[in-house]
C-alpha cells in the first residue's frame, strides 16, 4: 500500500513541479496582460472537462467495485456517452471562440485550446482504467506525460520569445499525444478483456465450437446475479444518466472553486488582475493534487469495495485517514503560506509581489480542503453520493454569492476571501453528513485497530 502511493505521490510531485514550472515560464514570456487571458481560458477549459467526461471515470470505479467483471457491460454505452459530451462541448468552445472575434489572437487562443476539452476527457478515463487494474506506474506514467510535454511546449516559447499563440497551439500538440496514448492504453480495457484488482478475472468469450461438438458450459465470475437481458446487456440510457449525472455535476462544483474565481476576475478586473489570482491558485491547486492522489486515485475504488464487506476499513478511513488529512493541510497551509511571501516575487518576478498576500489567504482553505476530501469519498462510497453532491452544490452557490459580493469590493483579494468561506462551509457539510450517513452509532477503530490493519495480520485492507 504505501508503496503503490508513494509512487504517485512522486508521480504528482513531478505533475506539481512541471505544472509551476510550466506557469513559471509562461508568466515570465508573455505580458501579464496575455498571461492573465491564457489562464482564464485554460480554466474555462478545465471548468468543461467535468461535462465532456460525463461522470464516466467515476462511476467505473464505482460499477466495477461492485459488480466486478459484469461491469464490463457499461464500458460501451458509457463511452458513447462520454464521446457525444466530448463532441457538443468541444463544438461549444469553438463557437465560443468564433465570438470573440475580431480580435485573431484571442479567438485563436480559444479554439487552439478547445483540444484540453478531449485531452483531459481522456486523461480521466485512462487514470480509471488503470486504477481498476491496480496499475499504479501507469497511472503515475499518464499523468505525468502530459505535463511533461508542456514544460518542453513552455521553455520553447521562453527560449525562442514567442507569442500566447504559439503557446496555445503547443498546447494543443500534447493535448493531441495525450488523447493517442491513452487510447492505447486502454484497448484490453475496451475490449473487456482486462484483469481487475481485487476481482476474478473476466469469463474468456466461448470459442465457436466445430460442427457437430458439443459446446462447453459457459464460466460465469462470481457476482451479483446477471441482470436481465443476459449478461452482456448494457444499462438503460436513463440508468446511465442517473448514475453518471451525480458524477458530473459533484466535478463541476469542485472546479468552479478552483476556477471561477480566475474567470470572474478576468472578466471584471481584466487580464492583469486575474494574472495576480491566477498565480496563487496554481499554487493551490498543486497543493490539493495531495488528497486527490490518496482518495480519489488510489483509495476511492477500494472504499466501493470495502462500503459492502469490510466495515472496519472504512470506519478507519473515516477516524484516522480524515483527521490526518486536517492535520496534513494545517501544515502544508502553513507552509504555503509563509513560503509563498518570499518565493512568489523571486520565482515569478516582481510584478507578482502583490500576489504574496492573496496567497497567504488562500492557504487557510487547504484544510478544509484537505479534510472535506476525505469524508467526501467515504459519501460517495457509502451511498450517500446525491446528498454529497447537493452539499457541494451549496458550497458553490456559496461561493458564487460571496464572490459576487467580494469581488467588486476588495478585488482579488475578495475572491481569495470568498474562496475560503465557500471551502469551510463545504467542509463542515460533509463532515456531519459522513458522521450522520456512514459511521452513525458504530464504536470508532482505535490507534491499535490501525496498526493491526496496516500490518500482515490483514492484507485484504491493503
Not at 510531485?13 to 515560464?25: D, E, K, N, P, R
Not at 466501493?304 to 466495515?311: I, L, M, P
Not at 457509502?382 to 457541494?392: A, E
Not at 456531519?432 to 456512514?438: I, T
Request: net charge positive.
Amino acid at each position: 500500500m504505501l508503496a503503490q502511493v508513494g509512487l504517485l505521490g512522486l508521480s504528482q510531485a513531478g505533475v506539481t513541479v512541471a505544472a509551476f514550472g510550466s506557469q513559471v515560464l509562461l508568466a515570465r514570456t508573455l505580458t501579464r496582460e496575455d498571461f492573465g487571458s491564457f489562464t482564464a481560458v485554460l480554466a474555462v477549459v478545465s471548468l468543461t472537462a467535468p461535462l465532456a467526461v460525463f461522470g464516466v471515470s467515476e462511476l467505473w470505479l464505482q460499477v466495477f467495485g461492485q459488480e466486478g467483471a459484469r461491469a464490463y457491460r457499461w464500458v460501451g454505452p458509457s463511452l458513447r456517452l462520454a464521446g457525444a459530451a466530448c463532441a457538443a462541448l468541444l463544438l461549444g468552445v469553438l463557437a465560443w471562440s468564433a465570438a470573440e472575434l475580431p480580435d485573431v489572437t484571442a479567438a485563436a487562443v480559444r479554439a487552439l485550446l478547445a483540444t484540453v476539452v478531449v485531452a483531459q476527457a481522456a486523461l480521466a478515463l485512462a487514470g480509471s482504467v488503470r486504477q481498476l487494474r491496480g496499475d499504479y506506474r501507469g497511472l503515475s506514467a499518464l499523468q505525468l506525460a502530459p505535463h511533461l510535454g508542456r514544460v518542453l511546449v513552455t521553455v520553447a516559447v521562453w527560449a525562442a520569445g514567442l507569442s500566447v499563440v504559439a503557446a496555445a497551439a503547443g498546447y494543443a500538440v500534447v493535448a493531441v499525444a495525450t488523447v493517442a496514448a491513452c487510447l492505447l492504453a486502454s484497448r484490453e480495457f475496451r475490449r473487456g478483456a482486462m484483469p481487475l484488482e481485487g476481482h476474478p478475472a473476466p469469463a474468456a468469450r466461448a470459442a465457436v465450437p466445430a460442427p457437430g461438438a458439443v459446446p462447453a458450459p459457459a464460466v460465469v465470475p462470481a457476482g451479483p446475479a446477471v441482470p436481465a437481458g443476459g449478461l452482456d446487456a448494457g444499462p438503460r440510457p436513463g440508468e446511465l444518466l442517473g448514475a453518471a449525472t451525480p458524477y458530473v455535476l459533484g466535478n463541476v462544483c469542485y472546479l468552479l472553486g478552483i476556477h471561477f474565481g480566475t474567470v470572474l476576475a478576468a472578466e471584471l478586473l481584466g487580464g492583469a488582475e486575474a494574472a495576480l489570482l491566477a498565480v496563487p491558485m496554481a499554487v493551490l491547486t498543486a497543493v490539493y493534487l495531495v488528497p486527490r492522489v490518496v482518495y480519489q486515485q488510489y483509495l476511492l475504488g477500494k472504499l466501493h469495495r470495502w462500503a459492502g464487506s469490510d466495515a472496519e476499513a472504512v470506519l478507519l478511513a473515516y477516524r484516522w485517514g480524515s483527521a490526518g488529512m486536517v492535520a496534513l493541510g494545517a501544515v502544508v497551509a502553513a507552509a504555503v503560506a509563509v513560503g509563498g511571501l518570499v518565493a512568489l516575487p523571486v520565482v515569478f518576478g516582481p510584478e507578482y509581489r502583490d500576489a504574496a498576500p492573496v496567497l497567504a489567504v488562500l492557504a487557510l482553505a487547504v484544510p478544509f480542503r484537505f479534510g472535506g476530501a476525505a469524508v467526501a469519498a467515504l459519501l460517495t462510497s457509502g451511498g450517500l453520493l446525491r446528498r454529497k453532491v447537493v452539499y457541494q452544490a451549496v458550497g458553490a452557490v456559496v461561493l458564487l454569492a460571496a464572490l459576487a459580493v467580494a469581488v467588486p469590493v476588495w478585488g482579488v483579494r475578495g475572491a481569495a476571501g470568498a474562496t475560503v468561506l465557500a471551502e469551510a462551509v463545504l467542509c463542515c457539510l460533509l463532515w456531519v453528513a459522513a458522521r450522520r450517513g456512514v459511521v452513525g452509532d458504530a464504536p470508532l477503530p482505535t490507534w491499535r485497530d490501525l496498526r493491526r490493519r496496516l500490518s500482515r495480520e490483514a492484507p485484504r485492507a491493503s
